[in-house]
């Protein structure tokens, strides 16, 4: 077992890990819903929800080790686990200045290692089914999607969605697969965004993941933001349920690049440029 101050360090470690590679898990709105116990089908709170999010599993369903043996099923060769936090109290006995016994409560803090269904065989699938969404496309999003001439292949092979700037290609988890269309949509817009990137379109030097730099990338995922805001508003999507999160995650990059000042013009001109190359219309240079 870990220390109370280790666990902080994994927890926290893995969280920026997460961020640097993209994923934002307080953005994630999949119909599966939030993480949940695979045997209590309890939901998972907390800093173990915004783990188990991160993990991008289509399936909400985590179990142990020993709960997945015990169902008769095993761990897919080659998976690893995911790890959740508890805390257990605990009441320690101490002697004050007069000699007198004392008791204080407290807590500490330990974690321990979960699989998500899918990393299972084995076990019943009808304990652990999960039931899609049924959205109709939005007809003036997918307008814009169909639109974009020379676009990338845009694929649903896996629950995450992101850009393969040496691949040039988009992943997608399907639509039924997000609690609501916009959401779907709006993810999909930043996607394109960063696509627009690429060096056969207005080539803004994106490679691997995205740009290359820990300042460079902060400013590409920027333009993607709000390149996605760009199109959600152009195809009509003015309820989106990302607002108030894309906002927070747009304020998080210019705080983070605060001594730049001319970062948020910069990337709203760049975001214009790559909305207007999806749409069609004349770049401006």
């Known amino acids: 077992m870990s220390s109370s101050f280790s666990v902080y360090d994994i927890i926290t470690d893995q969280i920026i890990k997460k961020l640097e590679s993209g994923c934002i898990?307080?953005?994630?709105?999949?119909?599966?819903?939030?993480?949940?116990?695979?045997?209590?089908?309890?939901?998972?709170?907390?800093?173990?929800?915004i783990m188990l999010l991160c993990e991008s599993r289509s399936n909400p369903y985590w179990l142990t080790f020993k709960q997945i043996n015990e169902m008769g099923g095993h761990v897919k060769k080659g998976e690893h686990a995911s790890k959740v936090i508890f805390v257990k109290p605990v009441k320690n006995i101490s002697e004050n200045e007069a000699g007198e016994l004392e008791e204080s409560r407290g807590a500490i803090m330990r974690y321990y290692n979960v699989f998500n269904f899918d990393q299972t065989e084995g076990l019943p699938a009808e304990k652990f089914s999960v039931e899609l969404k049924h959205h109709e496309p939005i007809p003036e999003a997918e307008a814009i999607i169909k639109g974009y001439?020379?676009?990338?292949?845009?694929?649903?092979?896996?629950?995450r969605a992101y850009y393969s700037?040496?691949?040039d290609?988009?992943?997608?988890p399907i639509l039924?697969?997000?609690?609501?269309?916009e959401f779907y949509y709006k993810t999909l817009?930043?996607?394109?965004?960063?696509?627009?990137?690429h060096t056969s379109r207005l080539d803004r030097g994106l490679t691997g993941h995205s740009a290359s730099g820990e300042e460079e990338y902060s400013k590409e995922?920027?333009?993607?933001?709000?390149?996605?805001?760009?199109?959600?508003?152009?195809?009509?999507?003015?309820?989106?349920?990302q607002l108030e999160q894309s906002a927070a995650y747009i304020n998080s990059w210019i705080?983070?690049?605060?001594?730049?000042?001319?970062?948020?013009?910069?990337?709203?001109a760049k975001a214009q440029k790559a909305a207007d190359f999806i749409l069609g219309r004349q770049v401006i240079s």
């Open 221 to 241: 995922e920027l333009v993607a933001e709000i390149g996605a805001s760009f199109l959600s508003g152009h195809c009509g999507i003015f309820n989106d349920p």
């Open 165 to 167: 700037p040496g691949q």
């Open 25 to 49: 898990p307080w953005r994630k709105a999949y119909a599966g819903g939030f993480p949940q116990n695979g045997i209590s089908k309890k939901d998972y709170r907390g800093i173990n929800s």
């Open 176 to 181: 039924g697969s997000y609690d609501e269309p």
């Open 149 to 159: 001439q020379g676009a990338p292949i845009v694929q649903h092979k896996e629950q």
């Open 189 to 197: 817009f930043h996607e394109l965004t960063h696509s627009t990137g």
């Open 255 to 268: 705080k983070a690049l605060k001594n730049d000042k001319q970062m948020l013009i910069q990337a709203a």
């Open 169 to 172: 290609y988009i992943n997608m």
